[in-house]
């Protein structure tokens, strides 16, 4: 077994970027550009924070943990749960307030760079300090039970570990495949092309090197995350690499089998210079990037202005017997924010009766507010979520 950090090469696509993955590269960032074209901040910060809880449940659901979007946001709202549902629900939970913070990170200027150690250990720290007591401990096949310190990677001493068939670099050399791996991705940034690209290696390549105990998966998507939004293709948070990892292109079994195959070593002189195959590590990185590119499409579409607007409408129509109700909630979509008092200039009637419209919308849970006197901004019912959003959390297609 290779033990020099060579054996994780090639991380990168340096002589020559495949045209295919050149090419993807550049729609990507195209559609990207696009999402969420005419949405007011406010109303995209709202989506946003949706994405964030349909990317945890199926960064969770690629763990094998099916957790209901409703647990997830009654562990948001910090309201009791169910003994069966709490720890899951909490794991959940874990992982929005962590992409939360790197979203903000992102925003302020403040995130280290994705790849490195420093990010890596503080995503698995903070992730980790945020679980319930009883998924903080790894399961060994003869009962015994072992904690997980957050933020702490292998250590020499620490036993080997074995993922299915791959054999990750001993806990004795980790720190030196760590080094190289960060440096070698920081060379990606020299591009937006690359910078891209890199996401899908980085990606393999960590899971590769299997640096902590436990985690690993969660810490490479969120890392995966973290990349888009430094690549420049984050689309103000309305995408989610997660879902389409779990779902694949064809099949939900796609995402562990490209992983392996993306382990297989070298074959022959034609086949790159590296320790690993570099026409698996194309054949990874062409799905990957079409897997990001099929989710910014389906939420570009799901996120469209004139589509969600029409989808709300319609749902407000149907649910509230006040026919102005529509077109306030239009309206508030289309702002973002809403003073109350200019609910009567929107919807051209007495002030009572724009009132009224208010307080129904408000009651039904499709308007909110800080307070009872401050503007009013829109709302996602967990209730109607799926007629909202077709296909977020299930397999459905957008109405006509």
Not at 84 to 101: G, S
């Amino acid at each position: 077994m290779l033990e020099t950090p060579g054996r994780i090469e090639p991380c990168l696509f340096e002589e020559h970027i495949p045209a295919e993955l050149a090419d993807l590269s550049v729609e990507i960032q195209r559609e990207a550009s696009g999402l969420g074209q005419g949405l007011h901040p406010d109303s995209a910060a709202e989506l946003a924070d949706l994405v964030r809880m349909m990317n945890c449940y199926y960064s969770n659901l690629i763990e094998g943990h099916n957790t209901r979007p409703r647990d997830i946001e009654k562990a948001l709202a910090g309201t009791e749960l169910e003994e069966d549902t709490r720890p899951l629900a909490l794991e959940a939970r874990a992982h929005i307030i962590v992409q939360r913070a790197i979203d903000e990170m992102q925003r302020n200027g403040t995130m280290p760079v994705p790849t490195s150690v420093e990010f890596l250990a503080w995503v698995h720290q903070a992730f980790y300090d945020e679980m319930p007591k009883e998924l903080r401990v790894i399961e060994h096949p003869d009962g015994s039970q072992e904690p997980i310190v957050p933020g702490r990677m292998r250590q020499d001493g620490d036993s080997e570990v074995a993922v299915g068939r791959h054999h990750p670099p001993s806990s004795m050399r980790l720190s030196a495949f760590m080094d190289h791996f960060d440096k070698r991705f920081q060379i990606a940034a020299r591009s937006a092309s690359s910078r891209i690209i890199a996401i899908a290696s980085a990606h393999h390549r960590l899971n590769f090197i299997h640096p902590f105990p436990d985690g690993n998966g969660r810490v490479s998507r969120l890392m995966s995350h973290a990349m888009a939004l430094n690549a420049g293709i984050g689309g103000q948070g309305l995408w989610s690499i997660s879902r389409g990892l779990a779902r694949g292109l064809k099949d939900r079994g796609e995402y562990k089998q490209m992983m392996d195959h993306a382990d297989s070593p070298r074959h022959g002189d034609r086949d790159g210079r590296g320790n690993l195959s570099e026409a698996a590590l194309k054949t990874f990185s062409a799905w990957f990037l079409n897997v990001a590119l099929d989710q910014i499409t389906f939420s570009a579409k799901l996120f469209d202005l004139g589509g969600l607007d029409k989808r709300y409408q319609r749902l407000v129509a149907d649910t509230i017997d006040d026919k102005r109700a529509p077109d306030l909630i239009s309206a508030v979509l289309r702002h973002g924010a809403l003073d109350r008092g200019d609910a009567q200039i929107v919807l051209k009637t007495s002030e009572r009766t724009a009132r009224n419209t208010l307080k129904q919308l408000t009651t039904a849970g499709f308007l909110t507010s800080a307070s009872p006197k401050t503007p009013v901004r829109l709302a996602f019912p967990l209730d109607y979520r799926e007629r909202l959003f077709p296909n977020l959390f299930a397999d459905a297609d957008l109405p006509a």
